[in-house]
């Protein structure tokens, strides 16, 4: 990215400061490279102008986001830089209070001043297994690293604890030691770990001191090596001291102490034991009172007196040693309080002869006074030739007796560290060792000396011997994962180091100095600014010339050379040594004396390592120098550091006021410049510092990639194409084989991606969701508005009709009364101007009459002139006319001649011609081929008809003339049944218009449906229309910008197109529902029609034949032209593909088909029926079916239109899809489905065609028909009307009733079928009318959508496009999900139930072999019942006493629980238990008491063997326990003999009080119970953090977060994989597989719920434990994650009926955690909700999770510090306990409830394969 880029508004950033080192800013204008200036905006909104230079003022470092701020490990950051790394710390340190945080391999530890609760066992047992930054950081964390290292890679390793005094440096090693106490713990009983941490106390007593800086500060460095074997148990420890301050015992500053074991003794100076030391209180003593204050807050030096002695006799010090301990230290005291006097000359001195202190002195050390005074004030010079002793001046004297003060103290401190190191010794090999190193970190003062100048030079050692491993580090981790990496350029300071150690550097030219006889500081100072002052390193002060400079690694430090000689000799006189040599003590003596002579250990190992050699000689003074010895030792170190590998801790004093919890930005800084934390961290900035697994980095950054891109099963490829989209320089990032290593600031660029892309759908999420509850409201207010409307316009409407109805009754009365009054003056006034104009009207019509008269007649004159000249102008005027026209048409008719000429010529005229002709000439010729027949038919039954008539009548008259008076009675019968039939025949006509008028009002009903289509099309019209402007101008206005819009143009044309295709499909639906319309009316109009045209069966099948495809009605052809269109709306390659759609097209032609087959049949029933009906009712109907045959004519007409338009529409459609077909040839397969589809269609609608000719063809013929009857009606009519005058003869009543009957028949029918047909019509229009409304309401969805993407750029366009592309994608994706989840299911389902048939199979096939078994056997099983019945036993068992070692063998010792696994449960105790029984009934007590002992120690035995195995301990506690029943049950206590049956009380026992065998029974049932949880615990407490904590139950939901060293390579084993996961779901079927095992054994209930509870305490302890040390999974996602879970555990239990057993409410801890992380922490009300809520959590837990609350996004927030502190403030009414974590090892109160066997022994059947037959039933 470019500067630009990085530098932009509201880009936050880092600049110096003066007083707080480095101050947040923030860019409040675009930086443009190479502008001087960078405006800015501080915290407290204060503006700056910042100088930005590319040499003097570079631009500010950048800060890090939000959501990185508060890591585990600084070098996750994404800008790592100093700024970054003190604000990680300080947010750490003050806000969450951790004080731990990583750099790498490096642990940085911040003094908090304050004690805290997480250094218990329970901590270290829940760092111990764990890899280094599973958990947060923690010094345990670095000792679990280093213990795991040594013994996964059997290399010897190191912990290197450094820091200023008052870091904690002490304390961290302290506690580092405990770790491997507790978790290396030696397996003998020697406690040598408890030893390992009794020398702390000891040490601390007589190495540390409190200084300005710290209260207990190490003024010496250490190094502890701890040994262990093969097993990585603790053997023994060796100890190596360094550069002990001596010059403390003699000299403190202000405030200062001396060592903590001169104040000890002083504060218990009055207890009896320490009565001869003569001590007194600490300010009467030199060495102890010169710092003014010889207290600490909060120490009791009495009480760590105690703990000091405790520790000495711990290590085997014996209290005679202890004592003269006391007494050389006591010694030093009185030593210091010695006074020297001065002669009067000024060159002597002497003490004086009463000096109390030095009679003390010599007294505690058993030396003589006299001596010791004399050699206190002279000394002796030794030359060649003599010797001399010569007075010492005062100042001489003083600084002697403090040269050996420093020197008993040095000797003293050197024995305690060699008898610790005895004390800790082992003869055992040691397999390898953990060296933890104390030693002090880097020093400036104000004042420097040697001592620190020693400190630095040691610094400057390990400072190199830490870069190099971090370099050494960062490369095997860039070769490990394969990636290219270039030499880094790191800081090495060999030429500081050389400056100081090589040859002619300042140690040796100080030691030269110290040879030279008269050797001064000054002298030294000289030669070191001549020899070296060409170095680097090395610089002149500018105002001194005893002082010097040396550039070290972390800072300039100015030396004062004042002093470095004498404390480089380090002179003590040997006269004064000679005295302590010659002590009457063992043990002082033995403290000066040289160790030449001592012949060395046979171990090649040296244990005892002091930091310096004791004297050689008496007389002589020491050979080697203070900074020869310390340089030794340090290499020595360094090589023991280098054969290891090193950890690195790193202690911080974050305040000098040595305040809680405060941080001093600038200390920090300078201790994190010194410590070499910000170098580490250089180191890692120069190359790849963040690190992300392939999973970890897809699970994070999967939102920026597209949907296509997630599809790839290689999350590597997807990675790297993610990578390479993203970030374009290459450089900034590396792949390697397991990790994507990035360079600073590319995960901040990352999270900004991110962080926008979640912006951008919060945002639209927020847009939809505000928009549906402004919707919400507004519909609400609507509602109400309306409401209160309704009932004000209510009130006003009836309020104002009052006001009408009164006015118009005033109105009435007022309009009657002045009606009366004005119409009587009318009258009057009316009457009198009638009068008056009778008379005047007379005289004026009089003249009028006479005027007309006159006028007439001129009219007459001017009427004839005036035709005459009108007629002569129009005879011109058309002369005129006729001429032109004649002219024009002769032109218009030779150019139409000549047009015809050339049509005539052309054949397309003659094809147009003759189009349609032979169609109509065939047409008309079967017509009239149809008619004829049918006329010749009618013909010959019309003739038939006549000669029967003729015949009946001939019968009649014969009769007639016969019969007489019978006739006549028969006629007038006949004549009453025909009145009666037309009577009838006049209701059946009356019926039918009824029928006709109901069908006309149906009709009418239809006519409006219609209209009101009609204007919904007009109305869907006028939008299309609407909208075709629309886009006419949206294309218009988009023409500049047609590359880019040309996607969108296409999309919007195919909605439009779409569109337009809806408006057809309503118009066809339309027609469908008239032609439905007119096929009712026509069906009806047939229902009228008289007996006529009867298909034949030839003429039937012949027509049927004509087509191969079965048949369908013209009035289906919606439902054809929509599947069609259906066609059309899938698209070509979905409808290709979709066979279902051909089959509904085949399954409408057979509907079709049957219904063209129902109408011929009621056709055929008319015809039938008015064929038998005569021909009475003809006449009544031809007007009506005249005009309903017209009308008929006239609709087939207009269908035969339609039907050619439809034929058109259908070959565009095919010739569009054959276009698009021909486009789209990529696929052959497609192509050919569509080829089949097309001609399925084709095939279809040929048979439609072929159908449509049938139905015309019926029609006609009905038609003929039709017009037949009409014209032979009148014949029939003249030719019976005759007869039935003349001769008066009845008709036949069999046909009259015939007649009759079809009438009613066909009346039937009639209604039944117009009553169906209206039902389907009514739900047609109801389907057509929803169909209607949902195409509106998607046409007006489609306008928002066209408007909202007319408004949008055309980029916003295409992404919106996209948008929506991508919503259907995923409701198609989430019904597939629906489909495969229901297709699982009933996979799951059908599993279950062939699981259930199989076993029942097996068992089917078992009882078959089973009872294939016993039939073929029978005689055995006849054999063992005829043996139980013959003897009666007892319940006991009987066996000899040299068995009883075979019987415990088998029973006990090599019994398995497999074997015994079909048998009763507990069959080995019942066994043993009728042993007993026997033992009891014999009375033999002996047998008993073996029998019982016995058989306890060898449960105990198996046990101890199988120790680890959870089956076989809990087959035996439940052995274990029901033997203790059976003892209860059978004992003759009437308590226990309540559920016994009676037979069971006649086996108690009889003889035996066995009550003290059941109490030893019970205690081992609860050591079984104890070894069961052990081992249950065992195997589980590895799954229990990665099943609940790590394993994602709920699927992508868990965020994540960068870890920086998390899972680093180095913990984890990789040889083995790395670590095991688990998930959920295994945890759970381990615990039901202890809960089957514990259950098949026949454990008691109670006791499996106590065991079930005591396992889920475990997982709960184990998981809060580990959410309260991990940062990583206090989020919110993990607390959905961990409820989630804990209900699976309780749905656990309730599903094995485990819910009485209280197990549930052991998980109430965690449970309450996991609501923490989810709930609302904000407010006030918030607190106290959560202070209620978490009842079963302590405040110090709930503040801890609190604190490690870490958001995985931006848009989640941290808990604020002032929350956090209400929480801690607000009163509680609960005894919290002290410690932070659960204690994992604690054990419930087991309880075994007596629950007796129903079992009876005598029923027992021992199995012959336990190979008992020794015992005998009794």
Known sequence: MSVNELYSKYTRVWIPDPDHVWRAAEIVRDYKEGEPVLHLTLEDDTPLEYPVGPKSNPLPFLRNPDILVGENDLTALSYLHEPAVLHNLKVRFLEPNHIYTY????????????????????VIRAYSGQNMGDMDPHIFAVAEEAYKQMARDERNQSIIVSGESGAGKTVSAKYAMRFFATVGGSTSDTNVEEKVLASSPIMEAIGNAKTTRNDNSSRFGKYIEIGFNRQYRI????????????????????????????????????????????????????????????????????????KTREAFTLLGIKEGNQSS?????????????????????????????????????????????????????????????????????????????????????????????????????????????????????????????????????????????????????????????????????????????????????????????????KGTDENWAQKLYKQHSVSAHFQKPRMSNVSFIIVHFADKVEYQSEGFLEKNRDTVYGEQINILKASEFQLVADLFHDKDDVAPPKSSRVNVRPAKSTPKAPNKEHKKTVGHQFRSSLHLLMETLNATTPHYVRCIKPNDLKEPFMFDSRRAVQQLRACGVLETIRISAAGYPSRWTYPDFFNRYRVLLKKSEMASADKKLVCRNLLETLIKDHDMFQFGKTKIFFRAGQVAYLEKLRADRFRSACIKIQKTVRGWLQRVRYRKVRKMAVSLQRYGRGYLARRHADFLRQTRAALLCQKQYRMVRDRRAYLRVRRAVVTIQAFTRGMFTR??????????????????????????????????????????????????????????????????LNSGMENKIVQLQRKMDDQSKELRTHNEQLLQVNNKLQKQLEEVQSRQGGAGGAGGAQLSSLQEELDRLREELQEASAQRKRMEEEHGK???????????????????????????????????????????????????????????????????????????????????????????????????????????????????????????QLVEEMGLEKAAMDISLFMKLQKRVRELEQERRRLQVNLDKMEELARSRGSESRSSTSEQETADLAYNNLKRQELESENKKLKKDLNELRKSISERASENDSSKELQDSYNLLLSQLRSANEELDGRKEEVLILRTQIVSAAHIRENNQPIQQSSEAPEVSEDKEPLDSEEALKAYHGLRESKKLLEAQLQTQSRQHGDELEALHTQIELLRDDIEKKQEILSYTASLSPEARVEYSVQQEITRLTNDNLDLKELVEKLEKNERKLKKQLRIYMKKVQELEASQAAAQTSRSRPALSRQVTVQRKEKDFEGMLEYYKEDEALLF????????????????????????????????YVNDDQKVESLLTSTINAIKKVLKKNNEDFEMTSFWLANTSRLLHCLKQYSGDEAFMTQNTGKQNEHCLKNFDLAEYRQVLSDLSIQIYQQLIKVAEGIIQPMIVSAMLESESIPSLAGVKTMGYRNRSSSMDVDSGGPA??????????????????????????????????LFHCVNAVTLNNLLLRKDVCSWSNGMQLRYNTSQMEEWLRANNLSHSKAAETLE?????????????????????????????????????????TPLNEFEERVSVSFIRSIQTRPQQRHDPPQLLMDTKHMFPVLFPYTPSALSLETLHIPASLGLDFLIRV
Request: aromatic share 8%; net charge negative; with cysteine.
């Open 103 to 122: 750099c790498g391999i490096v642990l940085v530890a911040i003094n908090p001043y304050e004690q805290l609760h997480i250094y218990g066992e329970e």
């Open 235 to 306: 053997i023994g420890a060796n100890m190596r001291t360094y550069l002990l301050e001596k010059s403390r015992v003699v000299f403190q500053a202000e405030d200062e102490r001396n060592y903590h074991i001169f104040y000890q003794l002083c504060a218990s100076a009055s207890l009896p034991e320490y009565k001869d030391l003569c001590l007194a209180s600490a300010e009467d003593f030199t060495f102890t009172s010169m710092g003014e204050n010889i207290f600490i807050e909060g120490v009791n030096d009495a009480e760590d007196l105690e």
């Open 325 to 517: 301990i006391f007494k050389v230290i006591a010694s030093i005291l009185h030593l210091g309080n010695i006074e020297i006097c001065s002669q009067r000359d000024g060159e002597s001195c002497h003490v004086l002869r009463d000096d109390l202190h030095l009679k003390h002195f010599c007294t505690l050390l058993g030396v003589e006074l006299k001596q010791m005074e004399h050699w206190l004030c002279h000394r002796k010079l030794v030359t060649a030739t003599e010797t001399y002793v010569k007075n010492m001046s005062t100042k001489q004297a003083e600084n002697a007796r403090d040269a050996l003060a420093k020197h008993i103290y040095a000797r003293m401190f050197d024995w305690i560290v060699e008898h610790i190191n005895k004390a800790l010794h082992t003869s055992s090999k040691q397999h390898s060792f953990i060296g933890v190193l104390d030693i002090y970190g880097f020093e400036t003062f104000e004042v420097n000396s040697f001592e620190q100048f020693c400190i630095n030079y040691a610094n400057e050692k390990l400072q190199q011997q830490f870069n190099s491993h971090v370099f050494k580090l960062e490369q095997e981790e860039y070769m490990k994962e394969q990636i290219p990496w270039t030499l880094i350029d790191f800081y090495d300071n060999q030429p500081c180091i050389d400056l100081i150690e090589a040859r002619l550097g300042i140690l040796d030219l100080l030691d030269e100095e110290c040879k030279v006889p």
């Open 847 to 912: 003249r009028i009459y006479q005027e007309f008269m006159l006028h007439h007649k001129a009219m007459l004159i001017q009427k004839v002139v005036r035709g005459w000249l009108q007629r002569r102008r129009f005879r011109r005027a058309r002369d005129a006319a006729i001429t032109i026209q004649c002219l024009f048409r002769r032109v218009r008719a030779r150019r139409r001649l000549k047009q015809l000429k050339v049509e005539a010529r052309s054949a397309e005229r003659l094809k147009s």
């Open 1002 to 1124: 149906e009709k009418t009903g239809l006519q409006l449906r219609v209209e009101e289509l009609e204007k919904e099309n007009a109305l869907l019209k006028s939008e299309k229309e609407e909208m075709n402007h629309r886009i006419l101008q949206l294309t218009k206005s988009s023409g500049e910008d047609s590359g880019s819009v040309s996607l969108m143009e296409t999309s919007l044309q195919a909605e439009l197109d779409a569109e337009r295709q809806r408006y057809q499909n309503l118009l066809k639906q339309k027609t469908t529902v008239e032609q439905r319309y007119d096929n009712l009316k026509e069906e009806l109009s047939m229902s009228k029609f008289q007996p006529g045209h009867r298909r034949n069966p030839s003429n039937q099948s012949s027509l049927e034949s004509d087509s191969n495809y079965t048949s369908i009605s013209t009035s289906e052809l919606g439902d054809t032209e929509d599947s069609i």
């Open 1449 to 1480: 063998k088998t029973l006990i010792t090599d019994i398995r629980p497999n074997t015994v696994s079909a048998t009763v449960p507990c069959l080995p105790a019942y066994i043993l238990f009728m042993c007993i029984r026997h033992a009891d």
């Open 1621 to 1654: 996961t688990y998930t959920l779901q295994a945890l759970i079927r381990q615990l039901g597989q202890f809960h089957g095992t514990m259950r098949d054994h026949g454990l008691d209930p109670e006791i499996v719920g106590q065991v079930v509870r005591q």
């Open 1709 to 1749: 801890p965690i449970i309450q955690a996991a609501q923490l992380l989810q709930v609302k922490k904000k407010t006030t009300q918030d607190a106290e909700a959560i202070c209620s809520l978490c009842s079963a959590l302590s405040t110090q837990q709930i503040v801890k999770i609190l604190n490690l609350y």
